[in-house]
């Protein structure tokens, strides 16, 4: 029993993590109908920058907020150079841009930092925090930071007109453009933004995993499954599919660690997590393909 | 995408099959590296190819191929470690069994478009690996070890050396294939998948079988990179999971594009820049670091991720239809000349 | 005068190889790969994808050589050193060593990285007859002179280490339940088989064994199955990333089992200070090289000329890192052996001279541990020390132990 619940609660903390990237993820999308598969490297980039600026002798506080500035100026430069002249391209040119940018920030925060694993802070308090020997203070704290990032954007979509205005941008660009909709600026926004998050999300994964330039690379791939099962343009949706996720895979290896306790066979464990809790989460997608809190969009043709 | 001209890919054809025996004349230029660089250029051509059928030519995305691919070189490994089967003798079975598992795979996939396609692509790409370790298979697939094989004899006496009959044999295979693909592609079952792709409500409501014709190219194209994956696992005498992580699909996703998607030249050109790029963009960072002096150490994956994006700046169509339009747009001030000139003639006449 | 038949000989036989080693000087003996003014030595090495933390190791070697060079080379021959990424793809190695062999025809290939990797190069290199030397892998295969007369490891196989913690744990904790956290692929593996060889007959004592990929973004999941396995030892086989973590996250649930960690990840700045000093004491663990984070080397001579290569020759590099440590001692270990061969730089002879070390002293070694090869010895660096993890660096105790691997 006891251990079911730890299972619990560090698959609710892995799924946070998941679910802090997966929000990037949606971010992007929602923005520019993109899924950008350097959402990764690009927040694991800004986490070297906030590293950085704490080794030069900056509070976390003060690194964090400087970091999330930086990103959003990064994410919108690189929409303005690198992808604006490609608005026409097909998708998949647009995802191979997306493996070029992965390549060019993983192997220069590589020559830059090295790639040895580095010591990240925890932000949170470490007494007054956590359930003890359930959940540690760090974990909770991403759980909190990561409903308030949730919290913010939902705001931000639903009650500015800057919000809206992006809304249309990414799902009607024509029709935005006729209501006077910059469309353009739109886009470098959505990026500047989806960086932002990106970068909340790196500075809380990073105490947790460690920091090191491939330290996104595994995240990235639940990241992307959480955001899919809860509906790839629904943030609320993508941080719930993080816990799934998360849940889910824990609970696969726990399931699998009892049946070989009370049979004493081996079927499943953790080589085998991933693989079992995606064939679910697929199941899942072919019964509801739109995700579990996706709309379908319906075509008029 | 246009057609490549008949006429020229005769003459590379030949070229193709002559250039091995000019082995003793020039034996530095045709050397056997060479000649199995060129065999694993063939290989990840047809693997694009694959793809190149999924994609370019139904629309269906897939991040999973590297999956086909291992399932391939491990069907032939294994077959080749375990019965003693001869090596020819695994590429129609690792096809066949390509096949299934792709067709299988497609049945779930009917129900899945765009990005979840990708995931659920993704998905199988990262389970396959795991699956190859999985402690029951353990017996059969070597486990994390691997297999180690062979490389393919020279059959029947001939006077060739290893390198140059694995050549032989995988320009056989890939020329087979190009040849059965280009027939697909032109008959009334092509024409159905490029609907699909095209206008899929238009297709279904004409009565084509939707269902029929995306699960089946899906076991097609399963079958072309799962036998790219047998010729690697002959090529290469030895398959471990390691060879086949994620990135390998990522690898054949950007020989498609790179190459030409819905282009089957462009496959074969994808699959030359695959191989190709991995080398140039070391050679160009060595080049960057030693020659110009550069103090800031670029490294070859950097120089990978730039040459990436400046392609897609220069060439978003991929190399072949980056080439055709360039072909088209310096042929056509020519014919409207000879345009104009016709009509003056005929004002005159 | 009578002549003492023994001092004859020896003095006969001692004749015969001067005149050897001169004839062998005299006549310069070159195959690929070796010039009056040059060597050309090959080599692999992830620079590219998950494994490219261990892309400061070929850095290192080359930084190596270039130090070698502007003493003057070895022998007044420059090295030319060779290195291409490989990514960790075993396929690639392949197209990158046969690269190597055929195009820039070097006399040798050297510290080529990975267990996979290697394996796939195996066969090839003795079927061509290069020497494959000092490979950069902890397995235990690469010692076989019989069948692979070209190919040498360097370090001490993660097999025997293994051996050794399973009989320590036998000799010193009582009533042992074994937890074992394993990453999923050969190197995990290599441990895995010789940890349950050391046990014998006592390996119903292990309990629990769990893995992990090198994807996974944490093994917390992993740490609390461990824990519920009601273990009270937990040999942790994973490198730094998740050793910190794991160990942190032991430390977070209360589980205090003895902790038996593996050579990898046994630095102070990658793994003990990130998973907190306060978690990790007690940990015990096999050295053979020295950590460039310990403190105890501050004021070893060693160390100190380590620090002064590493601060001209690779300015940038991260003195935390040991993997600059075992570039150096291995790249020395190779340097010595060019050395030997003289003028003699056939492939036949390089092999020859690899395998005839006597108790060569590499730096960076732990004090007590030497280099011997022979003919039928094909382990270079076959013995470690055991330590203890105190205050904020280890403490070596107990003997040097020579393992004789299997």
Request: proline residues 4%; contains cysteine.
């Amino acid at each position: 029993m006891e251990q079911f619940l730890q299972q619990i609660a560090s698959g609710l903390a892995n799924g946070a993590i998941y679910a802090c990237v997966a929000l990037a993820l949606v971010m992007i999308y929602v923005s520019t109908d993109h899924i950008n598969f350097a959402q990764g490297e690009l927040a694991m980039f800004s986490t070297y920058i906030s590293w950085q600026l704490m080794s030069w002798g900056a509070e976390f506080w003060v690194a964090f907020a400087v970091a999330v500035v930086f990103s959003f100026v990064m994410g919108v430069t690189i929409e303005r150079v690198i992808l604006r002249p490609l608005h026409n391209a097909p998708v998949l040119s647009i995802v191979v841009v997306f493996i070029g940018l992965l390549a060019i920030c993983n192997s220069m925060a590589g020559a830059i930092w090295s790639y040895l694993i580095k010591e990240y802070p925890s932000p949170f308090p470490k007494s007054s925090f956590g359930i003890a020997g359930v959940i540690g203070p760090h974990q909770l704290g991403v759980v909190l930071v990561t409903l308030v990032v949730l919290g913010l954007l939902f705001v931000f979509f639903r009650y500015t007109s800057l919000g809206l205005a992006m809304r249309a941008a990414a799902q009607n660009p024509q029709m935005a453009r006729l209501v006077g909709v910059r469309v353009d600026w739109m886009l470098a926004l959505g990026w500047g933004l989806a960086a932002s998050v990106g970068a909340v999300a790196g500075t809380m994964v990073a105490h947790i995993v460690y920091l090191d330039p491939n330290m996104m690379g595994g995240i990235l791939l639940y990241a992307f499954a959480s955001a899919l099962v809860g509906g790839i343009g629904n943030p609320g949706g993508a941080v719930i599919g993080g816990f799934i996720v998360g849940v889910l895979e824990n609970m696969v290896a726990y399931a699998g660690n009892q049946i070989e306790k009370i049979t004493g066979v081996y079927i499943i464990g953790n080589g085998e997590k991933l693989t079992v809790a995606l064939i679910i989460v697929i199941f899942v997608l072919t019964v509801k393909p739109a995700g579990l809190f996706g709309r379908v969009v319906v075509k008029r043709v | 995408m246009p057609a490549f001209p008949k006429k020229w890919l005769w003459i590379l054809l030949a070229l193709a099959f002559l250039v091995p025996l000019l082995q003793p004349l020039l034996p530095d230029v045709v050397s056997n590296y060479r000649l199995f660089l060129v065999s694993t250029m063939i290989i990840a051509a047809i693997a694009v190819l694959g793809l190149n059928l999924l994609t370019g030519f139904n629309g269906q995305i897939s991040l999973g191929h590297s999956a086909f691919y291992a399932v391939g070189a491990y069907t032939a490994a294994i077959l080749m470690d375990k019965l003693d089967m001869p090596y020819y003798a695994t590429l129609p079975i690792a096809a066949v069994m390509c096949f299934i598992v792709g067709y299988l795979f497609g049945l779930p996939a009917l129900k899945l478009e765009g990005h979840y396609l990708a995931l659920a692509t993704f998905a199988l790409a990262l389970s396959v690996p795991q699956i190859l370790k999985y402690k029951w298979l353990e017996d059969l697939t070597g486990g994390v070890q691997g297999i180690v094989l062979s490389k393919p004899d020279v059959p029947f006496g001939l006077p060739l050396n290893e390198d140059q009959w694995l050549y032989y044999y995988c320009l056989v295979v890939m020329v087979l294939l190009y040849w059965a693909a280009a027939n697909i592609l032109n008959s009334r079952s092509g024409r159905a998948m490029m609907a699909i792709r095209d206008q899929y409500m238009a297709a279904d409501t004409m009565g084509i079988d939707t269902a029929l014709y995306k699960t089946v190219t899906f076991g097609i194209s399963a079958a072309y990179t799962g036998i790219a994956g047998a010729l690697s696992a002959s090529a290469i005498a030895f398959v471990a999971p390691d060879s086949f992580n994620f990135f390998l699909s990522i690898k054949f996703l950007i020989g498609l594009v790179v190459g030409g998607v819905g282009s089957l030249a462009g496959s074969v050109v994808g699959g030359i820049f695959y191989v190709l790029v991995d080398n140039s963009a070391q050679a160009l960072s060595t080049f960057v670091k030693n020659d110009l002096g550069l103090q800031f150490d670029l490294s070859a994956y950097t120089v990978f991720g730039i040459i990436l994006i400046v392609l897609m700046y220069l060439m978003p169509m991929g190399i072949v239809g980056g080439v055709y339009y360039l072909v088209r747009s310096m042929r056509s001030p020519g014919a409207k000349a000879r345009e104009q000139a016709a009509l003056k003639q005929r004002a005159s006449s | 005068m009578k002549t003492n038949r023994r001092t004859f000989v020896g003095g006969l036989s001692a004749a015969v190889m001067l005149s050897g080693s001169r004839a062998a000087f005299a006549q310069k003996k070159y195959d690929d790969g070796a010039t009056d003014n040059e060597i050309k030595i090959g080599h692999t090495n992830p620079y590219s994808g998950p494994a490219s933390s261990y892309g400061v190791i070929g850095k290192a070697i080359e930084a190596y050589w270039k130090s070698v060079n502007d003493r003057g080379g070895v022998n007044g021959r420059r090295i030319n050193f060779i290195t291409l990424d490989d990514g960790y793809n075993p396929a690639k190695t392949v197209e990158c060593v046969r690269q190597l062999v055929e195009q820039d025809k070097v006399l040798c290939t050297f510290n080529t990285l990975g267990t996979p990797t290697n394996t796939a190069i195996h066969k090839y290199m003795n079927q061509k007859k290069v020497p494959m030397l000092f490979v950069a892998t902890g397995a235990s295969k690469w010692g076989n002179p019989k069948e692979f007369p070209w190919t040498m490891g360097y370090q001490p196989d993660y097999h025997t280490e293994a051996v050794i913690y399973a009989k320590h744990i036998l000799a010193n904790i009582k009533d042992a339940q074994i937890g074992v956290l394993m990453q999923n692929d050969d190197y995990g593996k290599d441990y895995w088989e010789g940890f349950k060889e050391g046990l014998g007959k006592e390996a119903g004592r292990i309990v629990k064994h769990v893995t992990y990929e090198v994807t996974d973004p944490t093994v917390d999941s992993q740490v609390i199955q461990l824990k519920d396995s009601g273990a009270n030892v937990f040999f942790n086989v994973s490198i730094p990333k998740f050793a910190a973590q794991s160990m942190r996250k032991a430390a977070n649930i209360n589980w205090k089992p003895a902790i038996y960690l593996n050579n990898v990840s046994g630095q102070v700045t990658t793994t003990m200070k990130p998973a907190g000093f306060e978690n990790v004491q007690g940990v015990i663990t096999a050295a053979w090289l020295k950590d460039p984070t310990d403190h105890q080397w501050d004021g070893d001579a060693e160390m100190k000329t380590w620090r002064e290569w590493m601060a001209k020759y690779n300015p940038n590099g991260n003195l935390g890192d040991v993997n600059y440590v075992y570039a150096y001692s291995v790249s020395f270990l190779m340097e010595q052996t060019l050395k030997k061969c003289g003028d003699n730089l056939t492939r036949e002879n390089l092999m020859r001279q690899a395998a005839n070390h006597q108790k060569l002293r590499v730096p960076g070694l732990l004090p007590g541990i030497t280099v011997s090869t022979s003919p039928t010895d094909f382990y270079p660096v076959q013995a470690v020390q055991l330590q203890r993890f105190k205050g904020e660096s280890w403490d070596l105790f107990g003997d040097v132990m020579h393992a004789e691997s299997s």
